[in-house]
């Protein structure tokens, strides 16, 4: 078995594929906010995608862990929807920061400190 059917056998490609489009929404609003507040650097980028290969490495690592022992499969379930949360938060942060007006409740709880 290859190694790119062996990670299709692990994961869910379903909630990869939505791994991937929320990191790709995080990462276009980012930038976008990031020029618009004229505070866009190359550099900071590297950072951005050590958080990708901490979702994906996390994402598959769990993944991988759940198929060796079938006990593990809600703790994917559960860093899967970890993961979604934390994208999610990435992604209404940047909106807001684009001057999207958003909720008091929400506000306050993406809040940056």
Not at 44 to 68: H, I, P, Q, T
């Amino acid at each position: 078995m290859d190694m790119l059917n062996f990670v299709k056998s692990v994961v869910d490609a379903g909630q990869l594929q939505i791994l991937a489009y929320l990191v790709m929404a995080n990462l276009i609003l980012g930038v976008i906010a990031a020029v618009v507040k004229d505070t866009f650097e190359l550099n900071r980028l590297k950072d951005f995608w050590k958080r990708v290969v901490m979702v994906f490495g996390s994402y598959l690592a769990v993944s991988l862990a759940s198929k060796a022992m079938a006990d593990l499969e809600v703790m994917r379930t559960s860093v899967w929807v970890a993961l979604l949360a934390f994208l999610v938060a990435q992604i209404v942060g940047n909106l807001k920061e684009l001057g999207l007006p958003l909720p008091d409740k929400i506000s306050k709880f993406i809040e940056r400190k």
